[in-house]
C-alpha cells in the first residue's frame, strides 16, 4: 500500500521559515494537502492541492510538490503555529495520511 | 455556518458494536462526499472510510473492511459509521469531515466523539 513518509518534529525558531516535508512515491504526480491540529482540537486544512491556501489561512503558510516530495512552509514562523502537521494525499481511491510532524516554536 | 456534530461514542467490550452519526448543516449535504477519520490517543490520523454523495461508492481501510460500514441519509443531512467486531486497537477518536470527490481535501471536520474499547 502507499505510504507517505513525515518526520517526527521540526524545530523553528519566532520570525523564522519553518519547512516540513512530506514524502512518497511519485507524490509530485498526486495532489498533496496539509492539516494543521493544535492540541485538544479538530484538524483544520491549511494547504490544498499543493499550494492553495483556504481563505483564512494566512499567507504565510505556503506549499509545494514535485518529484518524490511535498513541502509546507512556514514563513515568519509564530508562536501560534506550534501544532502537529499531517500531509495527505490519494493513492488511486483510497485515502493516505502522513504520520505527522510536531512544529515546536522555540 | 457549516457544521459537522459527530455522536455515538462510549465504552463498549470488545466484539461489540455501535454506530456513529454526524449530523450536517449550514450546506448542501447530498452535494459531497463524506468521510470518517480516527485518531487513537497520542498518535496521528488514520483514514477509515468515505462515501460518494448517493451512497452508492463506499471505500474502507484494510484495518476496518469486513467489519465497519458507511451510510448516509440525505434526507437527514446525516452520515453514520455503524462499527461491529470491535477491538482495542479500534479506539479513537472519530472525526466526520466532508470533501468534494476523490483528490478532493477534508474541510471542515467535525468535533470527534471518542470510542473506547475496553473490557
Known amino acids: 500500500s502507499y505510504e507517505v513518509t513525515q518526520p517526527p518534529s521540526v524545530s523553528v525558531s519566532p520570525g523564522q521559515t519553518a519547512s516540513i516535508t512530506c514524502s512518497g512515491d511519485?507524490?509530485?504526480?498526486?495532489?498533496a494537502s496539509w492539516y494543521q491540529q493544535k492540541p485538544g482540537q479538530s484538524p483544520v486544512v491549511v494547504i490544498y492541492q499543493d499550494s492553495k491556501r483556504p481563505s483564512g489561512i494566512p499567507e504565510r503558510f505556503s506549499g509545494s510538490n514535485s518529484g518524490n516530495t511535498a513541502t509546507l512552509t512556514i514563513s515568519g514562523t509564530q508562536a501560534m503555529d506550534e501544532a502537529d502537521y499531517y500531509c495527505?494525499?490519494?493513492?488511486?481511491?483510497?485515502?493516505?495520511f502522513g504520520g505527522g510532524t510536531k512544529l515546536t516554536v522555540l | 455556518q457549516v457544521q459537522l456534530v459527530e455522536s455515538g461514542g462510549g465504552l463498549v467490550k470488545p466484539g461489540g458494536s455501535l454506530r456513529l452519526s454526524c449530523a450536517a448543516s449550514?450546506?448542501?449535504?447530498?452535494?459531497?462526499?463524506m468521510t470518517w477519520i480516527r485518531q487513537a490517543p497520542g498518535k496521528g490520523l488514520e483514514w477509515v472510510s468515505y462515501i460518494s454523495r448517493s451512497g452508492s461508492i463506499t471505500y474502507f481501510a484494510d484495518s476496518v473492511k469486513g467489519r465497519f460500514t458507511i451510510s448516509r441519509d440525505n434526507a437527514k443531512n446525516s452520515l453514520y459509521l455503524q462499527m461491529n467486531s470491535l477491538r482495542a486497537e479500534d479506539t479513537a477518536v472519530y472525526y466526520c469531515?466532508?470533501?468534494?470527490?476523490?483528490?478532493?481535501?477534508?474541510?471542515?471536520w467535525g468535533q470527534g466523539t471518542l470510542v473506547t474499547v475496553s473490557s
Open positions: 511519485k507524490l509530485g504526480n498526486k495532489y
Open positions: 469531515a466532508r470533501f468534494s470527490g476523490v483528490s478532493g481535501w477534508f474541510d471542515p
Open positions: 495527505q494525499a490519494w493513492d488511486s481511491s483510497l485515502v493516505v
Open positions: 449550514g450546506f448542501t449535504f447530498s452535494d459531497y462526499y
